[in-house]
């Protein structure tokens, strides 16, 4: 592999962020107010392509849409927020997970649904479903959780609006203008090191933590395992051998139940509380990588067993 498909590589690109913070972190100072506007590109970049002409009718929308909520919200945060209430005792950290919790799912689920040969037109769908769902979840669960005396109402409210709302509508604006498919070759790379900055910002304002109490993070890294590993085996075998779901959509569906908007958890947690609430974001994007890469083994490895029968 060439340097240069090293360098456009999502996962490549994402280790790059960690290791540049941990060997010095002295200019997260300086990329921490970059984080929200970054966020808010990012967005508008995962939303330009949405073909919404595309998506059928009303009755074919609702299902996907409501599965993608239910998925990523009762089942993926009702997950986090229970494993970490039990496993996690500090504050920050817990705070953390309760705003990982609240936010939609990756814009990645889309794309890596296509890799692990998904269900597209699913995956599209429950993604904008938790989107749009997050707009009223999303306030409501930092509320509820977190307590108006840590958090302020208004100031949520305008960073969701800056980085779901306004990017949903931009995104619109520039796809009918006809303006996001000039720019199709510049999506993924802009994407992936909008990402590697905010991860670089995270890892360096919490170098210390990382590199000099690393013991703080194993419950951290616990709750992590539990909602993609055993969250997502737990998924497939329900849905497969229960409910006798096609492999394709349980792809979708195992995607949508295992993974969060990291990168815009991280954004809120600098935006509203502090480096340490950022935490979980950072250590939740690393072992997303892990995670992919299982399931494309895992994905490889059925191939292989089904060319010997």
Not at 116 to 122: E, M, V
Not at 167 to 180: D, K, N, S, T
Not at 279 to 306: C, D, N, Q
Request: hydrophobic share 55%; proline share 5%; charged share 10%.
């Amino acid at each position: 592999m060439t340097i240069g498909r090293l360098l456009r590589s999502r996962n490549v690109i994402l280790v790059l962020g960690v290791l540049a913070g941990l060997i010095s972190g002295k200019g997260a100072t300086w990329t921490e107010p970059a984080t929200l506007p970054v966020l808010a590109l990012v967005m508008t970049i995962a939303t330009m392509g949405i073909e919404f002409n595309a998506l059928g009718s009303v009755k074919k929308v609702l299902g996907p849409a409501c599965a993608g909520v239910v998925m990523n919200y009762l089942i993926l945060s009702g997950t986090i927020l229970l494993a970490s209430r039990y496993l996690v005792t500090d504050g920050n950290l817990r705070a953390g997970f309760v705003l990982v919790a609240a936010v939609p799912p990756a814009a990645a689920v889309i794309p890596f649904s296509f890799l692990l040969q998904g269900n597209d037109a699913f995956s599209l769908l429950g993604t904008l479903g938790g989107y749009l769902g997050a707009l009223v979840i999303m306030p409501i669960m930092a509320i509820v959780f977190l307590g108006t005396s840590f958090i302020t109402p208004l100031k949520l409210i305008v960073i969701m609006a800056e980085l779901i709302l306004l990017p949903l509508i931009l995104g619109r604006v520039l796809h009918l203008a006809g303006i996001g498919a000039r720019f199709d070759s510049l999506k993924g790379p802009v994407t992936n090191w909008s990402f590697s900055l905010i991860t670089y910002t995270i890892v360096g304002l919490n170098r210390e933590m990382f590199l000099h109490r690393p013991l703080v993070l194993i419950p951290t890294a616990c709750v992590v395992v539990m909602s993609t590993f055993v969250l997502g085996w737990l998924i497939e075998l329900v849905c497969r051998r229960i409910f006798k779901i096609p492999p394709a959509t349980v792809t979708s569906l195992v995607l949508l139940g295992t993974l969060k908007n990291y990168g815009v958890a991280g954004g809120l947690a600098l935006a509203l509380f502090g480096k340490e609430v950022a935490s979980p974001s950072t250590v939740s994007s690393v072992f997303m990588i892990v995670y992919i890469i299982w399931l494309e083994w895992k994905l490889k490895e059925k191939a292989e067993v089904g060319k010997t029968f």
